[in-house]
């Protein structure tokens, strides 16, 4: 079954923004959260298994997916970089305006992780209910609530991994 | 209790939550993002239309062409095989189909005559009544039985048309005719004008085709030729022996 094009423009005037803003989070670039967004939703055209109820849920999974999936991209160029001794670019606005060290980080320790646990760290970070993320990420809701845990073990880990002890610590 | 929310780390919620933060001065373009989004959709079809007939063209021409040539380059004696079961006979054509008159002309490639007529009379004819239109010649070949590397020399050539090289081949065969009449030994003196692969692939042909010239031969008895070269006009249906020594004069006072 294919979409029409009408359902998918229904679906984009309903969830862009949101979704749009929700990868803008992840990846800290406006400009790269449109261009992402418009991917989700180019992949929800072609994915008739998407539409229908659930298709909010799809989207927001999807769009975390491909924010993780850029932040991942741009840690692996930052190695390349790095191995070949190739010095950074100067930044992009984009850039200069939403970063600093610690949102750096951040998102460097997100793109270390699992992405299982990096969505569920980011869903929860959105404000969802442990409901709500078990039905995005289909998971059994009883178990949502130790995953989470468990991916906070992990994100702590990371980051003392790679930027040593957090100062703010708590 | 399943769903009872657990308590978590404050530092990670604190890290996600400050550092993560929601720009709250900022509305994506929705126009900008649709258009983006058709213009993908465009370009998707675009791309179908142009990409999926150009596909199946290039498919299709590969089924064909890529065994054909790997098994002339394997093993020229299957490719002759099948060019014996189809074999290509228009190179013996020269001219358009549809032109108003059409010469046959008989030929013994060890005939003197024949060699003078080909590099004399032949491109004569062939500039000013071929190239206009006015004139199909179709070759054909007359082996005379006491020319004793006749015949061999009609297959070089014939094989050679079955590869596109029927004319350099018919040339170089009258050109050297004083030569290989004496040994038979054509195939060195076609060397010069044909290319390896090619003269490679006359060689495995030549032993098999003997069926054209055979055709050739009962339409020259059917129309009680005896001498060659001979030429036979055909118009509208009815054929005519060109009497006398063929000169190009004699010829256009049957053309006009």
């Known amino acids: 079954m294919r979409a029409r094009g009408d359902d998918i423009e229904e679906a984009f005037q309903l969830h862009y923004e949101r979704i749009a803003c929700i990868i803008a989070r992840v990846v800290g670039d406006r400009a790269c959260a449109e261009e992402l967004a418009v991917d989700v939703f180019w992949t929800f055209w072609h994915t008739p298994n998407a539409h229908g109820e659930n298709a909010g849920g799809w989207l927001y999974r999807t769009a975390i997916n491909r924010g993780l999936q850029e932040l991942r991209r741009r840690a692996r160029h930052v190695r390349f970089e790095r191995f070949f001794r190739i010095g950074p670019g100067p930044p992009t606005p984009e850039q200069l305006h939403a970063s600093s060290e610690e949102q750096t980080n951040v998102r460097g320790v997100l793109a270390a992780m699992k992405p299982r646990e990096a969505e569920l760290l980011l869903l929860r970070g959105n404000g969802l209910s442990y409901e709500e993320v078990a039905s995005t990420l289909k998971l059994n809701p009883a178990s949502v609530g130790t995953l989470i845990r468990r991916a906070q073990q992990t994100f702590r880990k990371e980051y003392t991994r790679l930027y040593g002890e957090p100062r703010n610590r708590d | ?256």
């Open chain 2, 1 to 256: 209790m399943a769903n009872q929310e657990i308590e978590t780390d404050p530092w990670v919620d604190h890290q996600l939550t400050e550092f993560l933060h929601p720009d709250d001065n900022w509305t994506p373009n929705r126009s900008k993002a649709l258009a983006n989004l058709y213009h993908r959709r465009r370009s998707r079809l675009r791309r179908i239309w142009i990409g999926v007939p150009l596909a199946t063209t290039l498919s299709v021409s590969a089924l064909f062409i890529i065994p054909t040539t790997r098994a002339c380059a394997q093993d020229p004696v299957a490719c002759v095989e099948g060019f014996l079961t189809n074999p290509k006979t228009d190179f013996k054509q020269l001219g358009s189909a549809t032109a108003p008159t059409t010469v046959e002309i008989y030929l013994d490639y060890e005939c003197p005559p024949c060699a003078a007529f080909f590099a004399n009379v032949l491109p004569a004819l062939e500039t000013e009544y071929v190239k206009t239109g006015k004139l199909e010649l179709i070759f054909r070949d007359m082996p005379i039985a006491r020319h004793s590397h006749a015949r061999l020399a009609a297959r070089y050539a014939n094989a050679a048309g079955r590869f596109g090289y029927y004319q350099a081949a018919a040339k170089q065969i009258f050109a050297t005719q004083s030569t290989w009449s004496k040994t038979g030994d054509i195939e060195s003196q076609l060397a010069p004008v044909l290319p390896p692969a090619i003269l490679q692939k006359v060689h495995a042909l030549v032993q098999k085709d003997d069926a054209a010239i055979d055709a050739d031969l009962a339409l020259a008895e059917e129309n009680h030729l005896t001498r060659t070269p001979s030429l036979v006009i055909v118009t509208n249906g009815k054929r005519q022996l060109i009497p006398g020594d063929n000169t190009l004069a004699a010829i256009k006072s049957y053309l006009q």
